[in-house]
Protein backbone atom coordinates (compact mmCIF):
# COMPACT_ATOMS: atom_id res chain seq x y z
CA UNK A 1 0.00 0.00 0.00
CA UNK A 2 2.76 2.64 0.58
CA UNK A 3 4.12 2.41 -3.03
CA UNK A 4 0.43 3.10 -4.24
CA UNK A 5 0.71 5.99 -1.62
CA UNK A 6 4.10 6.88 -2.87
CA UNK A 7 2.88 7.31 -6.35
CA UNK A 8 -0.21 9.10 -5.60
CA UNK A 9 1.74 11.66 -3.55
CA UNK A 10 3.79 12.08 -7.14
CA UNK A 11 1.03 12.71 -9.17
CA UNK A 12 -0.29 16.49 -10.07
CA UNK A 13 -3.30 17.65 -8.56
CA UNK A 14 -5.43 17.69 -12.26
CA UNK A 15 -3.83 14.04 -12.82
CA UNK A 16 -5.61 13.02 -9.55
CA UNK A 17 -9.06 14.68 -10.33
CA UNK A 18 -8.76 13.27 -13.90
CA UNK A 19 -8.09 9.63 -12.54
CA UNK A 20 -11.42 9.74 -9.52
CA UNK A 21 -13.56 10.97 -12.43
CA UNK A 22 -12.19 7.86 -14.64
CA UNK A 23 -12.32 5.45 -11.65
CA UNK A 24 -15.77 6.79 -10.85
CA UNK A 25 -17.20 6.34 -14.65
CA UNK A 26 -15.79 3.03 -14.28
CA UNK A 27 -17.49 2.02 -11.42
CA UNK A 28 -20.69 3.01 -12.96
CA UNK A 29 -20.43 1.53 -15.68
CA UNK A 30 -19.90 -1.90 -14.20
CA UNK A 31 -22.88 -0.73 -11.66
CA UNK A 32 -24.72 -1.24 -15.02
CA UNK A 33 -23.44 -4.18 -16.34
CA UNK A 34 -24.11 -5.53 -13.04
CA UNK A 35 -27.62 -4.19 -12.79
CA UNK A 36 -28.41 -6.11 -16.43
CA UNK A 37 -26.65 -9.73 -15.10
CA UNK A 38 -29.05 -9.30 -11.95
CA UNK A 39 -32.08 -8.82 -13.36
CA UNK A 40 -31.70 -11.34 -16.36
CA UNK A 41 -29.92 -14.05 -13.77
CA UNK A 42 -33.82 -12.92 -11.60
CA UNK A 43 -35.75 -13.04 -14.81
CA UNK A 44 -33.73 -16.92 -15.75
CA UNK A 45 -33.91 -17.98 -12.36
CA UNK A 46 -37.92 -17.70 -12.08
CA UNK A 47 -38.87 -18.71 -15.43
CA UNK A 48 -36.91 -21.86 -15.71
CA UNK A 49 -36.81 -22.52 -11.50
CA UNK A 50 -33.69 -22.91 -11.55
CA UNK A 51 -33.26 -21.19 -8.48
CA UNK A 52 -29.63 -22.41 -7.71
CA UNK A 53 -28.46 -19.18 -10.37
CA UNK A 54 -29.68 -16.61 -7.73
CA UNK A 55 -26.24 -17.78 -5.46
CA UNK A 56 -24.32 -16.11 -7.93
CA UNK A 57 -26.20 -12.48 -7.46
CA UNK A 58 -23.84 -12.83 -3.93
CA UNK A 59 -20.59 -12.86 -6.47
CA UNK A 60 -21.68 -10.15 -9.26
CA UNK A 61 -20.82 -7.53 -6.41
CA UNK A 62 -17.07 -8.43 -5.49
CA UNK A 63 -15.32 -6.49 -8.78
CA UNK A 64 -16.82 -3.24 -6.86
CA UNK A 65 -13.84 -4.15 -4.39
CA UNK A 66 -10.95 -3.02 -5.63
CA UNK A 67 -12.60 0.20 -7.20
CA UNK A 68 -13.98 1.36 -4.27
CA UNK A 69 -10.53 1.18 -2.59
CA UNK A 70 -8.82 2.91 -5.26
CA UNK A 71 -11.41 5.75 -5.14
CA UNK A 72 -10.96 5.73 -1.54
CA UNK A 73 -7.21 6.34 -1.86
CA UNK A 74 -7.34 9.17 -4.63
CA UNK A 75 -10.22 10.92 -2.36
CA UNK A 76 -7.84 10.71 0.49
CA UNK A 77 -5.15 12.24 -1.38
CA UNK A 78 -7.28 15.22 -2.93
CA UNK A 79 -8.25 15.56 0.43
CA UNK A 80 -4.57 15.67 1.64
CA UNK A 81 -4.18 18.35 -0.60
CA UNK A 82 -7.08 20.63 0.34
CA UNK A 83 -8.88 20.39 -3.81
CA UNK A 84 -12.52 20.43 -3.76
Known amino acids: MNTKA ?15 KKIAGAAIGLGIVSL ?11 TKKNYVLLTLLGGIFIPFLPIFISLKHVDQEIKLRNVE
Open 36 to 46: IAVIVLCYLAI
Open 6 to 20: NRLEEVSTAELLNKK
